[in-house]
């Protein structure tokens, strides 16, 4: 089974782009995020017409996640257990933003998840992402007590480590690399799960994302910020992983890249560990 993760940054702009990768790369299931589109504008016909089913939760022309399959689609949930509302400047009440999807795609359950950006430390939004990855969490520990492959995938909006982003220095005062953050990933793994670390296809660092400003993919100054995390029976299965950056090449592409994960039933031996990132 072939599975990939991509913030497409706008579904139906993206979609031409979307639909010959999907045709070329041809995964099992994608996992989708950033889709900018309310349901009824969702082009579920045009994948359709590419051999995929679609579950989607999205709102409008913000956020929004969705999983394509071609090896069918059931359990589909929407939303984190215990998900936090968020108020955004302006708004008089919380809302539940659509970032988190998951269903069971021929045996392996798959989450997709965009995680909120947290804009700046002192900001509302950063302390809505904490919550939000404790509720994604405490999600993940409720799935991993179901005995089968089980990853969670998606835009995580943190690097990691400092190699995770092409000068730390620059990010000094920023999110995405705070400790807090990162403390949250570690308690992610401390549930039972382990990054799927993929290979770079060029350069050392296997970058995601890549700013549009600044010549910034050019000049290879981008993160690693869409991430895989899988249990023990997924990650034993991983036969390859890797980021696909010629995806991100050219005019009219998203600023992020799809990481790809190959992974098969049986176990793998133990030498495939190399492709697991513990750290």
Not at 93 to 100: I, N, S
Not at 171 to 176: A, V
Not at 210 to 216: I, K, L, Q, V
């Amino acid at each position: 089974m072939r599975i990939a993760t991509w913030n497409v940054n706008s579904v139906n702009a993206r979609l031409p782009r979307v639909l010959s990768w999907l045709e070329h790369v041809r995964p099992d299931v994608c996992c989708l995020q950033e889709v900018k589109c309310a349901p009824a504008a969702f082009p579920f016909t045009e994948f359709r017409q590419h051999g995929y089913e679609a579950a989607v939760h999205a709102a409008g022309r913000w956020n929004g996640v969705a999983l394509l399959s071609r090896v069918g689609l059931a359990e589909v949930r929407r939303g984190l257990q215990d998900e936090p509302g968020y108020l955004a400047e302006g708004a008089l009440f919380e809302t539940t933003e659509p970032r988190a999807i998951g269903a069971t795609c021929a045996g392996v359950r798959i989450w997709s998840v965009y995680v909120p950006n947290g804009r700046a430390v002192d900001h509302p939004q950063f302390t809505y992402k904490l919550r939000w990855l404790a509720a994604l969490r405490t999600t993940a520990a409720g799935e991993l007590r179901t005995p089968r492959p089980f990853c969670v995938a998606g835009d995580f909006n943190i690097a990691p480590t400092d190699r995770d982003v092409w000068d730390i220095a620059e990010f000094s005062s920023s999110t995405h690399v705070t400790e807090s953050e990162r403390a949250e990933l570690a308690e992610l793994r401390r549930t039972g799960l382990e990054e799927v670390y993929p290979r770079a296809l060029r350069h050392d660092i296997p970058f995601t994302y890549w700013d549009y400003r600044a010549s910034c993919f050019a000049r290879n100054r981008g993160m690693r910020i869409d991430l895989v995390f899988g249990n023990a029976e997924f990650t034993a299965a991983v036969s390859d992983a890797y980021v696909d950056r010629e995806a991100r090449a050219g005019s009219g592409s998203s600023d992020h890249a799809p990481v790809v994960v190959d992974v098969f039933p049986q176990r793998q031996p133990a030498g495939n560990s190399s492709k697991i990132n513990q750290v």
